[in-house]
């Protein structure tokens, strides 16, 4: 560690506030504890989560930095005690609980993944957050498996286009909702096989047509609220709905005897605040089932754009703006 710098830059707002709370501040390079990594970081992922939290709606998980950033790329500068899987100088991206907007960042060597030849450090700092949470909910949560339909809202964001691209690699057909025709138009691009204008159509009304009455066998869902009786009703028997945000209200009224006629599940988790035994075995699992086709070139992120990482506040004004397709990265 002697060699390494003692401060760096990152953004650590004091208060909360809008976008312009976020500006460069220095900050102690932190110390990898045991079991733990410092990853020199060359870009950091920007998503919803860290917007909330900036807006002081989601605060940091007990011993997180205040730091925001839950995924980044970038070499490993150095290993704490009990290390041996990962070398100082290996690219890796990785899933944190926060600490990203900053050149330096720590985080358990279980949740790290190899950055792998042909994969830009931008695109690997795209991949963990939308990957861990899309993985966990539609594939194990809701059991997705080749053949299923599945409804997905928000299908150009970080969320929507990883859900996307894992449907169609995995065979799935995917049913997404997005604000507008260019949006949707944009989806059909990505390979969703479905794209519901949720403006102009009633989605339940869509699924109805699209499934020719069956219904889906899961929806992702990460508004919430009022869209939680509606995603209910576009559920075959047996369906799954899966809750990741509450973009519309943490609340909902759902009809119980039909949960109970059709044999349907709800369920919904949050990962940030799991522990790092968790989200080191579901990075093992990402590593076997999900890394393969990152190596091979067939799965990469959809880029928005790119900030560097003074500009984080432009990049969380895009974000809140809800224009952007895809992931919004920052680097370094």
Known sequence: ???????????????????????????????????????????????????????????????APSIPGLEVAGTIAALGEGVDTLAVGQPVCALLAGGGYAEFATVAAGQCLPVPDGLEMYEAAALPETLFTVWTNLFERAFASQGDTVLVHGGT??????????????????????????????????????????????????VRRITDGRGVAIVLDMVGGDYVPRNIACLAEDGRQVSIAVQRGAHATVPLFEIMRRRLTLTGSTLRPRDAAFKSLVADEIHRHVWPHVEAGRLRPVIDQIYPLGEAAAAHARMEAGDHVGKIVLTL
Not at 9 to 27: N, W
Not at 42 to 56: K, S, T
Not at 174 to 183: N, P, Q, S
């Open 1 to 63: 560690m002697s060699d390494l710098p003692q401060t760096m830059q990152a953004i650590d707002p004091a208060e909360p506030g809008g976008p312009e709370v976020l500006r460069l501040v220095e900050r102690p390079v932190p110390q990898p504890g045991a079991g733990e990594v410092l990853i020199r970081v060359a870009a950091a992922g920007v998503n919803r989560p860290d917007v909330l939290q900036r807006q002081g709606n989601y605060p940091p998980p007990p011993g």
């Open 157 to 206: 964001s970080g969320i929507g286009t990883t859900a996307i691209a894992l449907g169609k690699l995995f065979g799935l057909t995917v049913i997404v909702t997005c604000g507008d025709a260019r949006k949707c138009a944009r989806a059909l691009e990505l390979g969703a096989d479905h794209a519901i204008d949720y403006r102009e159509q009633d989605f339940v009304e869509e």
